[in-house]
């Protein structure tokens, strides 16, 4: 998400308008710089994230996407010891790959959840593309289906930090057999994030093609939702949080994480986010989950 900044630089605008102009007569060069510098698809991963990660079962979701195309997307497992608890779809962000989310995923696997964290097509081991705002929401789909294949009878939820925020309001508003939505750090619409720039009021937003425009779906969410934000995040502020909260239905709920940065809410916010998820989901973590500390 930081590489947008160049999306508003004069010589950018420049470059973005005479693309756009190619656009119009079928040139592509604009959609896929966008999608380069949206996503940063990461294969490397984060050391701390590869520690954290030992342990976990390794999953493979093969399917066909909308183009009948082969996709083969690589996962993190991690479940819990009770067979009926339920499951969370952690769904990541930009430039890094699953393994780098595995602190991540272990603190939320810590209230209670038993975690499947995947990577996007051209992330870590999975199928090597370039993604867009389709095929990810595409990828996410095909996890969420995979999971009621494979564990069947038990409650999902979604959970989407930063851009994987908003890929999670799309899932979200598809299905209809979510238990509940969490995002974290997570904005209201691409072109709202550019705004929120240095040079956010040149007029860049009409040539934007990955628009991820969660504000116009997340009232089409039919589950709790929480949203959470840090206090210091200096990428997405919190204000974008807020204002996606706002277009949401009830029930819901808004945690503001003093101190919370884009990166560390999830851990300086992990009580927050128990009091939150015990009250909206009615999940009560287990007293000695393992993870809590990492």
């Known amino acids: 998400m930081r590489s947008l900044r ?3 630089r004069p010589a950018g605008l420049l470059t973005l308008t005479l693309m756009g102009a190619a656009v119009t007569v079928g040139c592509a060069s604009l959609d896929e710089r966008q999608r380069a510098w949206i996503f940063q698809p990461g294969k490397a991963t984060w050391g701390g994230g590869a520690v954290a990660a030992d ?3 390794e999953v493979w979701i093969d399917y066909r996407d909308t183009q009948d195309r082969p996709v083969r997307l690589n996962g993190l497992w991690l479940d819990q010891p ?3 608890a339920p499951v969370l ?7 890094w790959n699953v393994r780098s989310s595995a602190m991540r995923m272990r603190r939320l696997h810590s209230l209670g959840y038993a975690v499947l964290g995947i990577d996007y097509r051209g992330f870590g081991l999975s199928t090597d593309e370039l993604p867009s705002e389709q095929s990810a929401i595409e990828d996410a789909r095909a996890a969420w289906d995979w999971l009621a294949r494979e564990r069947p009878g038990r409650s999902r939820t979604v959970f989407g930090h930063s851009l ?4 999670a309001v ?3 508003a598809q299905v209809d057999d979510e238990a509940g939505v969490i995002v974290e750090g997570t904005f209201t619409s691409i072109p709202d994030v550019v705004s929120s720039f240095r040079w956010g009021w040149l007029p860049v937003g009409p040539l934007i093609t990955q628009r991820f425009e969660a504000v116009e779906q997340v009232d089409r969410i039919g589950s709790p939702l929480l949203v959470v934000h840090g206090s210091e995040d200096r990428l997405i502020p919190p204000e974008l949080g807020r204002a996606l909260y706002e277009r949401a239905r009830e029930p819901k709920r808004y945690v503001l994480v003093e101190g919370g940065s884009h990166h560390n809410t999830n851990a300086v916010g992990l009580d927050r986010y128990r009091e939150a998820v015990a009250e909206l989901f009615g999940l009560a973590a287990p007293a000695d989950s393992p993870g809590a500390a990492r």
């Open 6 to 8: 160049r999306l508003i």
């Open 82 to 84: 009770q067979a009926d």
């Open 164 to 167: 994987g925020g908003a890929i």
């Open 89 to 95: 779809l952690y769904l990541h962000g930009a430039r």
């Open 55 to 57: 342990g976990m079962d």
């Open 170 to 172: 799309a899932l979200a």
